[in-house]
């Protein structure tokens, strides 16, 4: 990871790709990359698909290495969703296989000059650009086939689907599993639509001929403190039981029991369908049926949550819904038919549509009185619109906020334009906070407070309360950032946060591999000095602390069963980003 | 015009009428008033179809005098289009029938309780309000007709059409002229979706047994005053000449000729077709078929530029379309068949659409090739989609920004989310001023600086330089406020900008009527006034000079014939509040 991509999409004849050393980015990872480098050379003001704005992988600092759970990649750029900082996260093989090859970034600039689409292949030897419209308008699956066709199976492939060709809001990037699957995504934001306004339709990482493990600096060091840091994880009840056994969904009796599992477009906090829906009644069915809850999005999880879902007849369907997609689709639609959900899943990897987002779109077109409540089949036919880019498509495909706006409506639950995940707001409060003030639009991995707040790790508090959730919300925004720059898995936080020793493992894991000194402080450094490289770039691009409000409706609406509104004060919100 | 009356669409039972004394609003009209009570009175965070806004209309203070082209009503809230204060402004019956009544505002306001349509029905005697779901869903032509037959054809009458009852963010509300056609319309900003969010369809205004002129205080000195300000106009020969025989669209050659008239979605400055689209064609044919140049929006006005178009069999089809509606079907569209274009202008009126924001709208659905550059046909039947809100109709309801964003495009010629009008920023670079810094988003009306840039009037000024807009641009935006809060057409403004004897005459008839001491300082006060306010909510609602630019392709595409970009500094630009 000694070098940066350029790829310049206005080169004359096509992209051109130049390589660089890492001159002031050196020893950035992940969102610290991705941050730094749109916050350094993009426009604050521009849009987010026009010729200003850059698109940038960076693989975690950790990435490749024999590390657990520390295959994750991100992707940066200003959102098209949000307008804000946008650092979109993924699994799958992409991270990995971009540190092997070396790249601590690849950056995509530019203003494309015609309307073709390009793949860019990148080897041991080097980087090919080539013309791909034989991938036009093909979603992700029979995308990445035909690339798997021409390339192999063994490769990593990072494409967009029809979404992002579209330049729509909602729009992913697509990275394949470890089994050459389009199922992992940097979801939120619309970062596929950026990806698209430069006409890359494709990545090929061919990792081939590269070592396939990083060497770390202190080979002892590193193999003591991988060793203790996978134990810490699978000691955790969460990452070592709760993740593997039943993936995120595990969340849904959770989050139903606790009353904050948001119901018919955010409006009552209990699912009667929840045990239809609940990670227990899929991992079930799942089981007889021959999928597979335990499964690492990339090689080298311990926790191994993704899982594999197929349907009666023991075909592959999708990956195992997370929790999120689960209730964007279920509870918030009132859906209870899971493989109904699990298609859905399906079809929006494949077209490339967040699926937190298009099932909260989704919510909205049902308020609308466009499609009814609980309708399974109008949502899929309503994503083959999407995906297809049909006028209804259009308007779906630009977002909750836009679908609101479309058909006149207020209730619409977003902030900063990017729709809230499945954690309602006035039942758990410390996520309110977060989902308020994180520069990424609403986002719960932003700032995980539903860890204290309802599931007891690092810490318990009350999520009814409002006081102490902005402190809260802020420590937990800052570690977040830091984990998101590792490489690491969020979800290693849940051990971490309760096990002191676990932490320090992490850290040493990092030393050791870069021959490093940091400590704990320094993770923190890290992760606030991450913070205010966003904050400051959406300062600049207009955002004040005016945004970093819920919809009034959170303050007025109170929500069942608890019927308690949103009355975290100004005051506190504003105080999450003094440090 | 001392009194307030209050509609609740949040009581029991339907909609409730409080009249109230002016309280701390005495004294104010027009802008001042809608200003002042959206200021005072709305949260700024709000939603703007949610049931902490509020809309306000108010007759201007010289409306239902005898002074001329007083008659200008405003219409008040926080803009769905635009998220910022609005005020939007329209001739026809409302300010002089709303002024006799008495009433110096109507704030509709609360949370509306079902789903019935109402009516409000204001005569001498007071105010009831009735259901009217028999309404429900007709354009405004016939919403009237069917207000007429039941009410007669005397009275005022205040609807909002299909647009405003879908609650689309370009919608209108529709203020019908003398003779009782649905033709005037408070058009920018989407007033009308805040109208239709409350459940109103209609006010009738019922002004008979009311004196037909409201007395002034200082008789004499208001006849005197009234003589020398009615000779100011007709001497002027923009007032005088200009506007009685072409109408507004006198601009269409000035601007063509001058390279400023936006082109196929402002791309660039002269259009093939003007000659087939200007004034003095329009003029010709309209005179040959029975149409009429001359006619006034409202009585007693001098300049008489709204103008009646008929077909070839001599039928009425719409009013005399304003150069920039003209503009956004015509050149902006490629359009240059003129009869499409009235009868656009009719469609829009009809089913409650700014003329501006559709343009402007379709142009950008032209660029997304959704139709074709220059197709009429296809534009009519947009506007139908429009009307009847099927899905691209949504899209393109939500004006253009919404259009450019469903569509992946960065070519949205708006700002704060509303659509430029008719004169190019990089041709007429003080009007680019006023655009990127009011209050209201891009609006020509609030500050222009056509006038001195292009037409000479106030000055002659350099359209094409950079310096010295900005004070162009701020003066007027004072001047301007002012005016519209004087229920005077702000078309008076070019009469006296050049007149200083005009000027001081307008402001002896505000004297005489109130009997008061204004000088000039005076108006000025109140324009700065005004403006302090509006620019405080918005700051309260989330706008900084971030937002007080325009879209940054305007600064990097040259626009022919010209070439030029947009290049006022940002410290130009933020100087403008400067006072």
Known sequence: MDKILRINVAAAGGPSATTESLGTYAGLGGRAMTTAVVATEVIPTCHPLGPENKLVFA?????????????????????????????SNSGGTGGQYMARLGYAAIIIEGERQNDDLYKIIINKDGVTIETCNELRMLPNYPAVAKLQEQYGMELGYVTIGTAGEMRMCNSTICFTDPEGRATRHAGRGGVGAVMGSKGIKAIVLDPRGTAPIRKPKNDAAFKTSVKAFAEGLKRHPVTGQGLPTYGTNVLVNILNEAGGLPTRNFSRGRFEGADKICAETMVEIQKKRGGNPTHGCHRGCVMKCSGICVDEKGEFVSKQPEYETVWSHGANCEISDLDSIILLDRLEDDYGFDTIETGATLGVLMEAGYIKWGDAKACIEMVHEMGKGTPIGRILGAGTATTARCFGLERAPVVKGQAMPAYDPRAVKGVGVTYATTTQGADHTAGYAVAPNILGCGGKTDPLAAQGQAATSRDLQIATAAIDASGYCLFVAFAILDQSDTFQALVETMNAMYDLNMTGDDVVALGKSILKQERAFNAAAGFTQVHDRLPLYFSREKFPPHNTTFDVTEADLDSVFEF
């Open 59 to 87: 693989p975690g600092m950790m990435a490749g290495t024999a590390a657990p759970s520390s295959g994750r990649i991100s992707v940066g750029c200003k959102s098209p969703l949000t307008g804000t900082i946008k650092e």
